[in-house]
């Protein structure tokens, strides 16, 4: 983590909503102190072992939901914050190829389910 940012600007396009959004994300600086902080890793080699969670991990939600975790390895991560996207005022239509391969791979449970907007 260094450099350790001060910012992440995150745009994206929600293939389900057919909307886009961003956001300008201030990064705090004592989440790189909670990162130092030494957390349990499973290893093949030595079982468990103790180090510092290395990675921030960004979560993009319907609804423009982003979540911020911290993380060494699949099941050490830790939730730091929750932001609200904007949303932006662009044509979908750019996506269209894109949006149509998404359809058809998950098309039916859109129909059937909706977009889940909880849960996140």
Known sequence: MEPYPNFI???WFSFAEQKF???LIAIPE???ERMKELAPQKTQLYGTVYRPRNFLT???APGGEIVVWMMGQVGNEVELARFQANELDRDPEIYSVNTQNYLEEN???LEQHGIPKSGW
Do not use: D, V
């Open 30 to 32: 004592h989440w790189k």
């Open 9 to 11: 600007a995150i745009q």
């Open 21 to 23: 959004y961003q956001r």
């Open 107 to 109: 098309g039916e449970f």
């Open 58 to 60: 960004f979560g993009l």
